[in-house]
């Protein structure tokens, strides 16, 4: 297609079913006939090397169209305009695009509104920031043990994708009641595989509780590090968050995490607000005594 474009073949296609549209009166007109014998002298121009100049095809097609010849005019088709990665060429900014409704056309818009959609859900799961409650907690840890603690919990995270990828935490079990009702399997398959989903989340849980009591901290600290690892990662390279780990290991830990650290800083509130009023009553009775 970039090859025809190049070689004007798709300019003069696109002129010829934009005028084809108007309906058979405009087909009539010399002018057409010129874009038909255009098209003809266009397709043996890798033989002649003749090609026709863009001017007279844009000319011509404004004839048959009863328009306006306008200099300098440089129509593409939408899907030219665009680079592999569906976004849009600098150098066609500020150029007028042709949608027809042909194959081409309709196969690029289809693809365009299907990556806008993939796009706007790529934005809203990016991570664009740290929960301040769990960033608050971590940063209160000890240096010496955030380094170890990340590295454990940097692997930890590695062997739970690895399991996850061969299917570690599916039901690959088969049931033998073929002839039960279709829906009564389906609820049984689901069912069978939660539980297998449950299974496999306790015993991770039980693997990260073990880690906590290797490196002598709390399963809460290391919740805390099985988060660090992949989220602050996350936030630095601005990747999409797909999956739900760390908080289908230990999610109940990172609650508890946030809880606390909302109870301590509303006391804190609490108590710069008791100090002012306190401060308060100091200067009033100061004031009355004088």
């Known amino acids: 297609l970039k090859a025809n474009w190049e070689r004007r073949v798709g300019v003069i296609g696109t002129a010829l079913t934009r005028v084809a549209a108007q309906g058979r009166e405009k087909m009539l007109t010399p002018e057409y006939a010129e874009l038909a014998l255009c098209f003809s002298q266009e397709m043996d121009a890798i033989k002649t090397g003749q090609h ?3 001017d007279h095809i844009n000319a011509l097609e404004n004839k048959c169209l009863g328009l306006r010849s306008r200099a300098g005019s440089d129509r593409i088709p939408s899907f030219l305009a665009y680079d592999d990665n569906l976004l849009l060429k600098d150098s066609h900014k500020q150029k007028r695009f042709v949608d027809e409704d042909n194959l081409v056309s309709n196969i690029f818009k289809c693809a365009k509104e299907q990556y806008d959609k993939l796009a706007a859900f790529r934005d809203r799961n990016v991570v664009h920031h740290l929960d301040p409650d769990l960033r608050g907690a971590w940063n209160e840890v000890d240096e010496v043990d955030k380094r170890k603690l990340l590295d454990a919990a940097s692997e ?3 062997d739970f994708k690895k399991k996850s990828k ?3 935490f599916s039901s690959d079990q088969r ?3 073929k002839g039960s009702w279709f829906r009564k399997e389906v609820k049984r398959e689901i069912s069978h595989a939660s539980a297998s989903l449950d ?3 306790r015993q991770e849980h039980s ?3 073990a880690l ?3 490196y002598k901290v709390s399963m809460s600290v290391f919740a805390l590090s099985l988060w660090a690892a992949k989220y602050i990662d996350y936030y630095e390279k601005k990747l999409v968050d797909t999956c739900r780990f760390p908080w289908n290991i230990v999610g109940e830990e990172l609650l508890n995490v946030k809880r606390q650290k909302r109870l301590r800083n509303q006391l804190l ?4 607000v008791l100090q002012k009023i306190l401060s308060r009553l100091r200067q009033k009775e100061h004031h009355s005594s004088e």
């Open 175 to 177: 049931r033998s009641d």
């Open 269 to 272: 509130v609490d108590e710069d």
């Open 207 to 209: 693997r990260a509780r």
């Open 212 to 214: 906590a009591v290797k």
């Open 199 to 201: 299974d496999c989340c």
């Open 156 to 158: 930890f995270w590695k």
């Open 52 to 54: 026709v100049p863009r």
């Open 166 to 168: 061969r299917g570690a």
